[in-house]
């Protein structure tokens, strides 16, 4: 129960290939209660209703590109909770990967819509917090990224870029929310990891192939990342702050496995 009496947000939950989704289950378990949030066109799938029903939360849509719909969400938050102790942002969308239009010829109007809601949404939603004071103190922010910000991987395309904005945010915005307000603010670059959002990214099973094969310890699974992000959300991470942390079974760091040649 490290989370026992913790209150949050968690962004994300589609279904239950979501990792947002494990981290509510988990979080649950652990003693947490939350808000959980998607966009409005997610939640008409209503898979997220299930969810809810199972952790005990409520659900309240809002679209990260609106300020009036953050500021909706977090008041709603602090009036059911007060103070928050933790949120994850778990949210990427990339209608130029959709279409799969190719990186050298992108959509310019696509790519500004990208960005708005894979990266500038996670500074949109500190900003919030930060100026509602919404958030105690050692409270946990954590958003979710992959090893594409660092490194080429040609299908990922612009969500590459947006990935690389938000690792920068949680740097930059992590400096200033510490120093304010103690809180802390984390990435967590995860294993390729079949979600209904990353299986549609061009060529997955080749990331997911080649990344088992480079990988000690293997692809690290979603319920594993949610007992990562759980860790952080967590008095026992206390310090960790402004990081992007690798939770990919060694990927990172391995230059060349035996096992590519088999």
């Known amino acids: 129960m490290i989370l026992n009496g913790k209150k949050g947000i968690i962004f994300g939950a589609l279904d239950t290939k979501s990792i947002a ?38 659900v309240i849509g809002c679209d990260v590109t609106l300020e009036a719909d953050m500021n909706n969400l977090i ?3 602090v009036a059911k909770f007060g103070k928050l102790d933790f949120v994850l942002h778990s949210i990427g969308m ?19 819509k990208t960005l708005d809601i ?9 900003q919030t917090l930060l100026k509602k004071d919404a958030m105690n103190e050692w409270g946990s922010i954590v958003a979710l ?29 992590g400096y200033h929310y ?9 990435t967590i670059s995860q294993s390729p990891t079949a979600t209904t959002a990353g299986s549609g990214v061009g060529g997955f099973d080749a990331f997911f192939n080649y990344a088992e094969k480079m990988s000690p ?38 230059g060349i496995s035996n096992k590519l040649g088999e």
């Open 21 to 58: 989704w494990k981290v509510a289950e988990l979080a649950h378990a652990e003693g947490a209660e939350f808000i959980l949030s998607n966009a409005p066109i997610a939640l008409r799938m209503g898979a997220i209703n299930e969810l809810a029903a199972k952790t005990n939360s409520e």
């Open 75 to 77: 008041d709603a938050a």
């Open 94 to 112: 990339s209608l130029n990967v959709r279409k799969k239009i190719p990186y050298t010829d992108l959509n310019y109007d696509f790519m500004h």
């Open 118 to 126: 894979s990266a500038i949404s996670f500074h949109r939603l500190m």
């Open 145 to 173: 990224s992959y090893i594409a910000a660092q490194r080429v991987f040609p299908d990922y395309s612009e969500m590459a870029d947006a990935k690389s904005l938000l690792e920068s945010f949680a740097r930059s915005f």
């Open 178 to 186: 510490g120093k304010s307000k103690k809180v802390r603010v984390n």
């Open 217 to 254: 310890l293997g692809n690290a699974p979603s319920e594993a990342c949610a007992q990562y992000v759980v860790s952080l959300f967590s008095d026992y991470t206390r310090y960790v702050t402004m990081q992007n942390l690798f939770h990919d079974g060694g990927f990172s760091f391995t």
